[in-house]
């Protein structure tokens, strides 16, 4: 995963793209781009496993900077659960959590990060008005094809302080033939024997207009 970092360290938040098994890359449209504040520095969070002997890490990192006039940022809210712990044997234990969106927005994609007892998850959007709409239902949720899930530029449209809501089942009994121990009481890590709940909704704020010119060769705008 690429992240940005500030004086105060590593966050969360500074999420910038990951790459994961079956993944490909999020394009967005023109005068759409994700903004690095001066400053910050491209740190990079990569989950390794050892495997007994030396080995070389491959790995490159490229950034292509926007070019011409820049109107909106590309942002997302990550609606996740660190404090669960999933009981052995079982077959589908839930987790849940919620977020709020602070702006009128324009939906892009979602997107579902999971380990191997990964078994579903769904994204319910709750509207100030009181009524409901299922976003996505991922039913039959894999490790090896994590891609996102795309509306149609400009098509899906959400009213500021819509909450949206993920749950996740997780399958650790022994009928799951990827869990690593369904003896274990899983709860979450960086590691694919761990857990995680996470799910991503990829957004740009409706009503942002930034008006910047950026330098494609340097990345400067002004």
Request: hydrophobic share 35%; net charge positive; with cysteine.
């Amino acid at each position: 995963m690429v992240f940005f970092t500030l004086k105060e360290g590593f966050k969360q938040a500074n999420f910038v793209t990951g790459y994961v098994p079956g993944g490909d890359p999020l394009k967005v449209s023109n005068g759409v781009a994700f903004r690095m504040p001066k400053g910050s520095s491209p740190a990079l969070q990569i989950h390794y496993v050892s495997t007994g002997k030396p080995e070389k890490c491959r790995i490159s990192v490229g950034f292509k900077y926007a070019d011409g006039v820049v109107q909106k940022r590309l942002q997302h809210l990550l609606v996740y659960e660190r404090r669960f712990a999933i009981p052995p044997g079982a077959p589908a234990h839930r987790v849940e959590s919620t977020k709020t969106l602070n702006c009128d927005a324009i939906g892009l994609a979602l997107f579902v990060h999971m380990h191997k007892r990964g078994r579903d998850m769904s994204f319910t959007a709750h509207y100030p008005d009181g009524t409901d709409e299922m976003l996505l239902m991922v039913p039959n949720y894999s490790f090896d094809w994590q891609m996102p899930y795309r509306w149609e530029s400009g098509k899906k449209r959400f009213p500021k302080g819509m909450r949206l809501e993920t749950v996740a089942h997780y399958d650790n009994s022994t009928f799951n033939p990827y869990n690593p121990d369904p003896k274990a009481t899983v709860r979450e890590g960086q590691q694919t024997k761990e857990e995680m709940m996470n799910g991503y909704f990829f957004y740009i704020d409706a009503n942002e207009q930034l008006n910047l010119h950026v330098d494609g060769k340097t990345g400067h705008a002004r």
